[in-house]
């Protein structure tokens, strides 16, 4: 499949998306009018520079309110449009897209429209060009795939055929089934969207909430499976207005758009499989197969003061298993819990840097990492050390991929390898990851198609600076869970906490453990366990168990969830949790509780944070 | 009125916001339930606070899914109201909000709905309390306050009454007259909240989107007309639900949220004056008159660079008029376009500080201002200067308040106040300002309320970082117009260039003059021009002055206008306008090509564009 993206999709100048869209791996890109029109290159350097990247001008857009006016308009858009011809040949672009009519329609009859489209197409022969008609959602007259195609096919003519847009069709609840019957030559080009299923005008909903394939609520690879079934072999490019991408990063966001493209024709693929009557013409790039993650390896925990976080888990019960044979790297383990402390020495303050995964087999993993665009992280090991290849995941986490073992072979690193413990925590439950607020659809892509996790539905978390988004991703047996917050705007990102969840069938044990030892509760507030009381059915021997050991609770249908937290150090706390009759969920109600104490604690002592509990 | 605000409208811990609504000047507030969970204060605490700060605790919110259950789970229900009003009881609340079922509905009987509100309000009395019944706009039964008002009135309780909320009767389009044949006693809250007019489902649109009165699209003086018709004389309390103010500084949204209320209450007793049938109890505080401004005075640009910024001034035919008496403040004039520069000890780099309107009667505005809250800047003068009051705007801009006069008299405390030029500058057209993302609301109502500004609708511009939201505030005459920014989020505000922009009635003179005198302009890319052939009949003679001047060209209905822009010093640079047979517009369509061209001279000299262009 030809892939293409239209400049209206990134930020910066058309220079810096040319370049981004190139490095990115596209094969081609649509140029948006406004990008040019602002942009100090002239048409000639843009062609040359295009050809220079190894990209394809695809398109040139928007062409706007040419049809359905009367004879005297119609010479002006003419004139409009000729003019446009000779720059497209400047451009070395050969297609013009037009759009339906919105503002200025008066004539409403498709013999009409049909002249005019014709008598464009005879112009645009004249350049060498021709002219995609496609229907707006919102257009004043046609507004749908079929009614452009019919005025398309009156117009009968070379230089005119059709753009399809997904958005356009989806966004109206219509029936991308038709696209089969349409003769695939007249396709001159295929513009993809996803979007969120928002109850909202579909003008504001397609000006800034577009998102890329696989990001949003619509039946993509259906879309595409239409298409290719039909015949169609042409290009298909992203045209995305989305007011966040519009201010992030122009190399991520492009390389997040072709992970899009890619993703979705290993499922379109998947489906047109499943069809064996398909007479496909296109195509299809598929991905390496591999086995999802069977569990997480271990948490990876970057810290200046390691003697601090190694009192926490100490505290909890953590062994300490040695330090690694050549770097200033630390394993503390309990059960099936791996936390590895790295001091390297471009480690500043503590954060929680990355996590290991295990799969049946990493190497087909880092194959299928590979064809979608990861990045891979770079690490050296000796030749008696284990590879441990891993990927930047989106704003620098670093995702490792190990095979799966109960007991890993990279822990033989570490000077005490063979220790084995009885402790109280079983294993990592989850992670809670913050990421900024414009990173959540591309965290989201990345999850889904590198770590082959599953979204559930999105919640939201009041905390003293602002809602926080919550999003769980999940292997389909829930071995792995990661929990992604995506933290206010105010916040930026920065400073916001992220923690690793510890899992234990005995929470009041390793609390009362905990205590013992000295250890730093997060306070859980007197008023949370009065509201408790009055929410749920507890014996108050049980509220006063949970309130003498700062323990938050919560029920689903079936179980029950009690878990606590510690207090944080640098950026990194822990949490340790007790699932009790299959509860599943994640304590969503008591989030606000923490986000609060957390607030609170960073108020009061914005300065000594970081040094107590040192040594 | 009594005036009263939910907590849940503001950021930050419970304590905070009981401080910024103390400090605002509220009369009391509503406990949101949530913010009292996670709150380490005690109710007694809570309690103690308010009654020093002087705030009474108007209700505690919201009671959930109360009504309209089967016999059992309305038992475990009262046993859930039991402990809030004994809880209500430690914090000294006597009313509790009850919301219309939403969730656990299989009851749809008015009567049994009536039983049940009953049996809680002789609960609610043992408690000396009272309860507040609301229809949701989603509720699964009751969502109207006319049903709601049924069901109270079938209750037939001393302890039963309603909460009306404007959001949950407006958003719905129902009509609000009937409020007035409620029995005022019976109203026991009213809850306001204004939003923008969107076409979104009702539950995200009042979860997210709801504004302050004055800030949105519904008609809050109309509303409260009713109540006051119909003889309510309780407080009016703000439920603002929105993600911005959640993450905003408290104590400007808590003055910002004050002063919509006054407002409001301005605007109803202006309402309530032109209908003398109406019989009044509530009083209605109303702002002192005060003209309109009459036009710019001048327009304050601070600067650790003056020779560089008169420079620009002086290229553009500014005269100097002297240096202040006794500041270290330059002033510069032509015609009636008068710019200060201010380089007083604390001034780092340039910025436009602020900016003076010349009204009929300042004294009068004044007063106006401070009914409104606006902060007052100190300022000193000496006897034999210009007292020159002034307050802040939002996010720091001063706004002074001066006579109406064509030449003001505080130009007699600079050197030269006699010279008199025959400029090619006639006067200051507009201002530009810029204002980060969260501020936008907040600043359109300070226009509006304390400057009476009326707001044009919104546009974006794209911009290489984002879109751009540009909101027109001017006087009805347009002799005084501002165009306010509120710049991408990733820009955060800080670094966004604002300007002044100066009206002539000969551009291309101005241009020629100051090409002569050697100023920089913003160059206007080659493209642009070509655009603008394809676009309007203009000679190609006149596209080739255009283009030679790096001049900008825009049409509307009537006339043209004709503009360019200086380079940038710090954060401020100059634009000169001429309008054409009554333009009226602000050259909307160009400024994407200013902003591009600002991005490409900033990643083109990101640190010599300072210094440029010094002596």
């Known amino acids: 499949m030809r892939t293409s993206i239209a400049t209206v999709c990134l930020s910066g100048t058309l220079e810096e998306k040319l370049h981004a869209c190139a490095d990115a791996g596209f094969d081609g890109v649509e140029i948006f009018e406004q990008d040019l029109v602002v942009s100090p290159m002239s048409p000639e350097e843009v062609r040359a520079l295009a050809e220079r990247r190894g990209l394809t001008l695809d398109l040139y857009q928007p062409f706007r309110d040419l049809d359905g006016?009367?004879?005297d308009r119609f010479a002006h858009n003419l004139a409009r449009a000729e003019a446009k011809f000779r720059l497209m040949n400047r451009l070395g672009i050969d297609t013009m897209l037009v759009c339906s009519n919105v503002a200025t329609l008066t004539v409403r009859d498709d013999e009409v429209l049909a002249a005019q489209l014709r008598r464009t197409g005879d112009l645009a022969q004249r350049y060498g060009a021709r002219i995609a008609y496609e229907a707006l959602a919102w257009g004043a007259y046609v507004n749908t795939y079929r009614h452009a195609q019919r005025i398309v096919d009156l117009a009968d003519h070379p230089a005119v055929g059709t753009c399809l847009d997904s958005f356009h069709i989806l966004s109206r609840g219509d029936d991308p089934a038709g696209i089969t019957q349409i003769d695939p030559e007249k396709i001159f080009l295929v513009q993809l969207a996803d979007a969120p299923v928002?109850?909202?005008?579909?003008?504001?909903?397609?000006?800034?909430h577009r998102l890329f394939p696989g990001q949003g609520g619509f039946d993509l690879p259906g879309f595409m499976g239409h298409l290719v079934r039909g015949g169609y072999d042409g290009a298909v490019s992203l045209e995305i207005f989305n007011d966040t991408f519009r201010q992030s990063d122009v190399d991520a966001t492009a390389r997040d758009a072709l992970r899009s493209l890619i993703w979705l024709q290993d499922?379109?693929?998947?489906?047109?499989?499943?069809?064996?009557?398909?007479?496909?013409?296109?195509?299809?790039?598929?991905?390496?197969?591999?086995?999802?993650?069977?569990?997480?390896?271990?948490?990876?925990?970057?810290?200046?003061?390691?003697?601090?976080?190694?009192?926490?888990?100490?505290?909890?019960?953590?062994?300490?298993?040695?330090?690694?044979?050549?770097?200033?790297?630390?394993?503390?383990?309990?059960?099936?819990?791996?936390?590895?402390?790295?001091?390297?020495?471009?480690?500043?303050?503590?954060?929680?840097?990355?996590?290991?995964?295990?799969?049946?087999?990493?190497?087909?993993?880092?194959?299928?990492?590979?064809?979608?665009?990861?990045?891979?992280?770079?690490?050296?090991?000796?030749?008696?050390?284990?590879?441990?290849?891993?990927?930047?995941?989106?704003?620098?986490?670093?995702?490792?991929?190990?095979?799966?073992?109960?007991?890993?072979?990279?822990?033989?690193?570490?000077?005490?390898?063979?220790?084995?413990?009885a402790g109280l925590i079983r294993s990592i439950d989850h992670l809670n990851l913050a990421q900024p607020w414009d990173a959540f659809d591309e965290s989201v892509l990345f999850a889904e198609s590198v770590l082959q996790l599953v979204s559930r539905p999105a919640t939201e978390v009041p905390s003293p600076v602002g809602l926080v988004r919550s999003q769980v991703?999940?292997?389909?047996?829930?071995?792995?869970?990661?929990?992604?917050?995506?933290?206010?705007?105010?916040?930026?990102?920065?400073?916001?906490?992220?923690?690793?969840?510890?899992?234990?069938?005995?929470?009041?044990?390793?609390?009362?453990?905990?205590?013992?030892?000295?250890?730093?509760?997060?306070?859980?507030?007197?008023?949370y366990y009065d509201?408790?009381?009055?929410?749920?059915?507890?014996?108050?021997?049980?509220?006063?168990?949970?309130?003498?050991?700062?323990?938050?609770y919560d029920r689903d249908d079936g179980g029950a969830f009690l878990h606590f937290y510690t207090a944080t150090v640098g950026r990194v706390f822990f949490e340790v949790v007790e699932r009790r009759d299959g509860y599943e969920g994640f304590g969503a109600p008591n989030a606000a509780v923490r986000l609060a104490a957390q607030y609170e604690?960073?108020?009061?002592r914005p300065s000594r944070e970081r040094t107590e509990g040192g040594v």
Do not use: C
């Not at 598929?286 to 390896?297: F, K, N, Q, V």
């Not at 604690?601 to 009061?604: K, P, Y």
């Open 601 to 604: 604690t960073a108020r009061r």
């Open 198 to 208: 928002l109850a909202m005008d579909v003008l504001s909903w397609s000006r800034h």
């Open 473 to 527: 991703l999940e292997t389909a047996d829930r071995a792995v869970r990661l929990a992604v917050n995506i933290v206010p705007q105010t916040l930026g990102g920065s400073g916001y906490p992220e923690h690793v969840a510890l899992r234990t069938d005995d929470i009041v044990a390793v609390a009362r453990r905990a205590r013992a030892a000295g250890m730093r509760f997060l306070p859980v507030p007197q008023n």
């Open 267 to 421: 499922r379109t693929a998947a489906l047109i499989a499943r069809d064996p009557s398909a007479s496909a013409r296109m195509t299809l790039s598929t991905l390496p197969e591999a086995a999802p993650a069977r569990g997480l390896d271990f948490a990876e925990v970057h810290t200046d003061d390691p003697d601090t976080v190694g009192q926490l888990l100490d505290q909890l019960g953590f062994a300490f298993r040695g330090q690694h044979r050549r770097k200033p790297v630390q394993l503390w383990t309990q059960g099936a819990a791996r936390i590895v402390l790295n001091s390297g020495p471009r480690v500043s303050g503590t954060s929680l840097s990355g996590f290991g995964l295990q799969f049946p087999d990493p190497a087909a993993t880092v194959r299928r990492a590979t064809a979608l665009k990861a990045v891979a992280v770079p690490r050296h090991h000796t030749a008696d050390e284990q590879p441990l290849p891993g990927v930047r995941a989106p704003r620098g986490l670093e995702v490792f991929f190990s095979p799966a073992a109960a007991e890993p072979a990279w822990q033989a690193e570490f000077a005490d390898p063979a220790t084995t413990d």
């Open 531 to 552: 509201d408790l009381a009055a929410r749920f059915p507890l014996a108050d021997t049980d509220i006063e168990v949970l309130r003498d050991l700062d323990l938050l």
């Open 69 to 71: 006016v009367a004879d």
